[in-house]
C-alpha cells in the first residue's frame, strides 16, 4: 500500500510539472510572436524590439509608432533575404562585425551600456552577433553592389539633430547626447537613407524578395 501511494505522488508530482512546462512554453509563444516569416525562417516580435534597440534606426519626424515598427520589420526582412541570397558566396570574418558592432556602441553611449541592455534581453555576446550577422553581410553586400560615395553635410546632419533627434528623445523623456556624440551615427543614417532612396537599389531589394515567400503579419494587420 504504502509502495503504491509513494508511485501515485511520484506520478502526480511529474504531471505537474508537466502542465508548469507545458503552461510555461505557451506563455512564452504568446509572448514572442512571430512578426514575419521568410520562407521558413521566422523573425519574431522580440527580434523587431531587438531591431529597434540596437541599431541606428531613427524614428522620423512625424512617423507614427507602428510605422516606424513596421519600418524596422521591413528592414529585418530585407537583411534576411540577402543573407539567405549571398551567404553561400563568403564567409563573414571578425572585421565585417567590426563596423555593426561600433554603430550599436556609439548608439547606446558605452560598451557598458550595450552589455546592460544584452543582459535584458538575456543575451550572451555570442547571441547578439548570432543576430547581427544579416545585417552584417547586408551592408557587406551592399557596399560591393553599391559601392558609391555619398557626402553628407554638416547642415544636414545639424537639421537632422535638431529638427528629428532631439524632439523625438524629448518626447520619449530621454536626455539627448550631443551632436558630437551624435555626429557620425546620424551621418552612417543619412548615408543609408540617401542610398535607399536610390531607384536602383530599390529595384536590386525587390527582385531578390520575389524569390522568397515573404509574410508580414504587421502589414496583414494595418
Not at 5 to 22: D, G, N, P, R, Y
Not at 94 to 113: F, M, R
Request: overall charge negative; hydrophobic content about 45%.
Amino acid at each position: 500500500m504504502y509502495f503504491k501511494k509513494v508511485i501515485f505522488f511520484i506520478l502526480f508530482q511529474a504531471a505537474l510539472s508537466l502542465f508548469a512546462f507545458m503552461h510555461l512554453d505557451a506563455e512564452m509563444i504568446l509572448i514572442d510572436k512571430i512578426a514575419a516569416t521568410v520562407n521558413e525562417e521566422i523573425i519574431t516580435f522580440t527580434d523587431v524590439d531587438k531591431c529597434i534597440q540596437f541599431y541606428p534606426i531613427l524614428r522620423k519626424k512625424e512617423e507614427s509608432e507602428q510605422d516606424f515598427y513596421i519600418r524596422a520589420l521591413q528592414d529585418l526582412i530585407n537583411y534576411k533575404v540577402v543573407y539567405l541570397e549571398y551567404k553561400d558566396d563568403f564567409s563573414l570574418q571578425e572585421e565585417d562585425y567590426e563596423e555593426v558592432q561600433t554603430a550599436v556602441i556609439e548608439k547606446l553611449g558605452s560598451l557598458d551600456k550595450l552589455m546592460t541592455l544584452l543582459n535584458k534581453f538575456d543575451l550572451e555576446w555570442q547571441d547578439f552577433k548570432d543576430f547581427i550577422k544579416e545585417r552584417v553581410a547586408y551592408e557587406k553586400v551592399l557596399k560591393k553592389q553599391f559601392q558609391v560615395k555619398i557626402a553628407i553635410d554638416f547642415k544636414d546632419i545639424a537639421a537632422f539633430y535638431n529638427e528629428e533627434y532631439v524632439p523625438l528623445q524629448e518626447r520619449l523623456g530621454l536626455k539627448p547626447r550631443t551632436l558630437i556624440e551624435m555626429y557620425s551615427l546620424i551621418e552612417q543614417q543619412l548615408k543609408k537613407v540617401r542610398i535607399q532612396e536610390q531607384e536602383k537599389l530599390s529595384q536590386w531589394l525587390t527582385e531578390i524578395r520575389s524569390s522568397y515567400k515573404i509574410e508580414n503579419k504587421l502589414l496583414k494587420e494595418k
